[in-house]
Every structure is written in C-alpha cells, then in structure tokens.
C-alpha cells in the first residue's frame, strides 16, 4: 500500500466495503478469474461459490487503469479486487429499467401548459442532442411528437428506425387508420374511440406506438392523450382498494379475426414487486367474459368503473389535432390515446407501426454517452 492510499478520504471509501456482505463482494468480484475482461460478463454461477464465504483481510492498492482498488481476501481462498470508482458507482447510480412510475414526470394536461415536448423531423435524424432529448421525453413523459415528417407514405417506418426496431404484427410492418369497408377492428371507421391502450391482447404487448399523420381534413378527428400512470397514481390515492383489485385482477384481452386468435390475461395495472405502476393496460373494446365468483365480480366492475372514471376527466387529457406531417411517438403501456369522431366525407389518413422502449431507452443511454464524451 503506498502512502498516498492511506490518506483518510480512500480509507473512508474503502470502509464502505462493510456495507456489504461477504456473499455479495464474492459474487461481484471484478477480478478477471471472475469475469471476461473482454464483455465483463461473469464466468461462474451461484452453486459454483461457498454459501458463507467470509472476508479475511481487506488491503488498498493502486491500479494504474482503475485507481484505488481494495483487494479482499476471502475464505475458502479468493483474492477479490474491487475498484473503489467502481464500488461508488454501484450506490450512488442505484439500478432503474426506466419502466416503472419512478423518477417519471406524471402529468395531467394542464401541467404541460401548451408546451408539448416536440421537435422537427430533421433536427431529431440529424442532430444527436436533439433526438436525445426526445427519447427522454418519451421516458419521463411518455410521448413526444415530431413535425414536418415528409407525408410519404411509409415513412412512420423510418421515424421507428431512428431510435429502435420496428415490431411486426398480424397488422403487418405498419397499419392504415382510415375508414375500411369491412374493418376488422373500430379505429378503421370514422367513430370515435375513448381513451386506450393498444393490443392489450398481446403478450409481449408493444410498449411503443408510433402515430403519422398523412392527411387530416375530416371534420373531427382530434387526438386526446391520458397518462395512464397519473390516472392509475391517483386511484391509488383515492381509492387504494380499487387500485389493488385492478393489481392482482387477470383480464383475459382477446383480438379474433379469420387469420388471427390472441388472448392474453393481464392486469389493468401492473405493479413491480416493490408495488411501483409499471404498466397499464385499458383497452374496453378487447376485454372477455371474466369468470369469478359473483363477490370478486362487482368487487373488479366498482374498481374498473372507478378507474374509467377518473381517466375520463377533462384535466387529465391532452387534447390535439394531429396535422399532416405529425408524428406522435407514444409509450403504450403508459399512455392511453383517443379520437374524437369525424365526418366520413373529408379525408383523414394516419399510418402507425409499433416498437418497444427496451431498444428506445438503448438509443438514449449510447446517446447519452456520446453527447457528454
Ligand atoms: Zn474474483
């Protein structure tokens, strides 16, 4: 140990070790006997370490690359080397999916006072700042909307590929929203469609959705966005029984039509382990006969009736008119999206894809690190 690392701040630092027990220092152990140095990838499984190792000796040292590393030797033998940056980073950056409520900026439409997170489709390709900023509005907020999309269609397509993949449905790569002859499904009609999460028959549902706007002439035919999250943070406020019936409550959600059978048996809110809204789904088109007892079932239609009632609040919806060139990028496990009727006679054309925010959140966190190098 060299003088320089007995000066109290790195002591201080490395007492920090205590915080952790032998089994945990043992398991992430950064020597490279432990991982890959190439992938940092872990070279043993659970079984393969002592249930109760213990910490005979903990000593500094000086790494050339990684500064001071404490150096634990454990018992059965194994010399562990822990960077202390690295020990710092670990607590001071605690691990979060970006998926749950937490650390999310939950809104009703008045808190965004007019100012929709949005940008123009040119600065979000071409500028990395600038489409950083819109993939963390689609974490915090849940959307963010882009303008001047070229109109061509097919080019929500490439509006996805921007930060993710697309995810191809029974819909095919994107899908038409316009009035059909024979429409498999209401949005392809010209009637309007209360607040909704998409395709809550899936499973795994897609988390994003991806709305261009082509033409929109019609009379009608807003768009209003509610965020789910708010809506299922205030239920559990006001109503934590209904919130908690709608928590452990499987919904089977089921899409038929001659080529297609899905069913999927969801919660309407989803919570993480540690009770943190995770997802919502809502969707009163898709939803199947429930087979409960009698109690259970008015228990579940008070705590749905309850939930619809408060997502259909005036305060909490956004209201906007998607105007040709629009494209809204949409959190579809948070966000639930509506349009008002509109008049068959004018035209009125929207094309939309899905993705997910697994690769969206992956674009953010490479753009991060390449707009604060
Ligand atoms: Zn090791």
Redesign the pocket.
Known sequence: MSAALTTDPTRQRARRLDRWPAIWLRDN?R?T??RDPRNGQKLFGITDLPARPEIVGVTLADDERDGPVAIVEFAPP????YPLSWLDAVESTPVDDGRTENGKALWAAGDLDGRLPSAGWQDHRDRPAERLRVLDAVRSLGFALLRDVPTRPGTVLDVAATFGFVRTTNYGDLFDVRVQAQPNNLAFTSSRITPHTDNPYRDPVPTIQLLHCLENAAVGGDSGLVDGFHAAALLRAEHPEAFAVLTRTPVPFRFADADTVLLAERPMIDVDPLGRIREVRFNNRSIQPMVLPAEELVAFYDAYRTFAELIDRPELRLDLRLEPGDCLVFDNVRLLHARTAYAESGARHLQGCYADLDALHSSAAVLRAAVTA
């Open positions: 152990c020597c006997d432990c194994h010399r562990g080397s």
